[in-house]
């Protein structure tokens, strides 16, 4: 009788990588293609992507949940008065309308910190993740005048400037949808500004990005943010010259304001 013939088949050596990262590597081909397969999860992505863009903020569902969480809540909206408008005009989504601006007023004394949870590029980000962030962020800081929590739409991240300089705030921080990417429509980004004002620059922040289950997890986050929150009032200062060294010192930096 004729040999069996050998099984010619070979398990794919990048399947054991894939249970780790949720980005593309070893897609594999098809002659000079790309496999059917791996094509329709690219346009799922892409579509994903698209929609974290335009889909609004559920401003009610937000206002809920941070009640409920025991958070004083005020609202506020950017100048630019629609999703269309925002992505066109990204300097009026860094400034408030006259309603927000007026809704606004300073801490007495002046406040430690003042958060805002903003829709930013991808609200489905704010949406999923503004709320346990900061809870997971409150739970690490004592002794601090924190203001009332901001929600905002159609904003970018400078809208934190005005809003903490109208509040008086010590330092600003936008817990805020980044751009989606094809493999992370939901990343959320945090951004620090020690002594906000109108006219900072991203220089004069410090940013914590990709916080979400499957990349940088809220307490990881969050003890990288009380260091820099922590450290900005040491220095006085953010940005470049505020470096984190969370894994370091973190620990010998004292709490409060």
């Not at 609202?75 to 601006?101: C, F, I, M, N």
């Not at 993740?129 to 004592?142: E, I, S, T, Y």
């Not at 499957?214 to 953010?238: C, I, K, T």
């Amino acid at each position: 009788m004729p040999d069996t013939p050998a099984d010619i088949t070979t398990a794919d050596p990048w399947s054991r990588l894939r249970r780790f990262t949720r980005a593309r590597v070893g897609i594999g081909r098809t002659g000079h293609a790309q496999t059917t397969d791996a094509v329709l999860a690219f346009g799922l992505a892409h579509a994903q992507a698209r929609d974290a863009v335009h889909l609004p903020l559920d401003v009610r569902a937000m206002d809920a949940a941070l009640r409920e969480a025991g958070q004083d809540v005020l609202q506020v909206h950017s100048a630019a008065p629609d999703r269309e408008t925002y992505l066109r005009r990204p300097d009026l989504g860094r400034r408030l309308d006259d309603a927000g601006a007026a809704a606004l007023q300073p801490g007495t004394p002046p406040f430690d910190v003042v958060f805002v949870i903003a829709d930013g590029l991808s609200a489905l980000a704010a949406q999923r993740h503004g709320v346990p962030m900061l809870q997971a962020v409150l739970a690490r800081l004592r002794q601090w005048h924190i203001g009332p929590v901001v929600v905002a739409q159609q904003a970018r991240v400078a809208l934190g400037d005005d809003i903490g300089e109208r509040m008086r705030a010590r330092q600003v921080v936008m817990l805020i949808g980044e751009r989606p990417g094809l493999s992370s429509p939901d990343s959320l980004g945090i951004y620090l500004t020690y002594d906000p004002r109108v006219g900072r620059t991203d220089a004069q922040r410090n940013c914590i990005s990709n916080v979400r289950p499957e990349g940088l997890p809220y307490a990881q986050a969050a003890d990288r943010l009380v260091f820099l929150l922590r450290g900005a009032v040491a220095l006085g200062r953010s940005g470049v010259d505020l470096k984190d060294d969370s894994a370091g010192v973190g620990a010998a930096l004292p709490d409060g304001g």
